[in-house]
Nanobody
């Protein structure tokens, strides 16, 4: 099993930046593809970004492409989401997730989830 703990959320003005971190337990972190998802009030959870087990491949939702960067440090069992040029519509609870196997962008294909981190972008 993998336990995931997000940190780094908060309140920021539009145009600002935040970096989310997700720390994973266990010694097999490099076996898991990692993803970031978000859920705004009244909306379904949606894909934001994903990264392959080695970190060589990354994927982004069109809405964040060019503004967000996903990365990972397998030595530290941590995945990051650098968020720049934030917009009010980025306001949501952000979740990191892990899955064994290949990287996907589908919510239902992830096996382990963190508790979420609130990101609020004011206009």
């Amino acid at each position: 099993q993998v336990q995931l703990v997000e940190s780094g959320g908060g309140l920021v003005q539009a145009g600002g930046s935040l970096r989310l971190s997700c720390a994973a337990s266990g010694r097999t972190f490099s076996r898991y593809a990692m993803g970031w998802f978000r859920q705004a009030p009244g909306k379904e959870r949606e894909f934001v970004a994903a990264i392959s087990r080695s970190g060589t491949s990354t994927y982004y939702a069109d809405s964040v492409k060019g503004r967000f960067t996903i990365s990972r440090d397998n030595a530290k069992n941590t995945v990051y989401l650098q968020m720049n040029s934030l917009k009010p519509e980025d306001t949501a609870v952000y979740y990191c997730a892990a899955r064994g196997g290949i990287t996907t962008m589908t919510v239902d294909e992830y096996d382990y989830w963190g508790q979420g981190a609130q990101v609020t972008v004011s206009s």
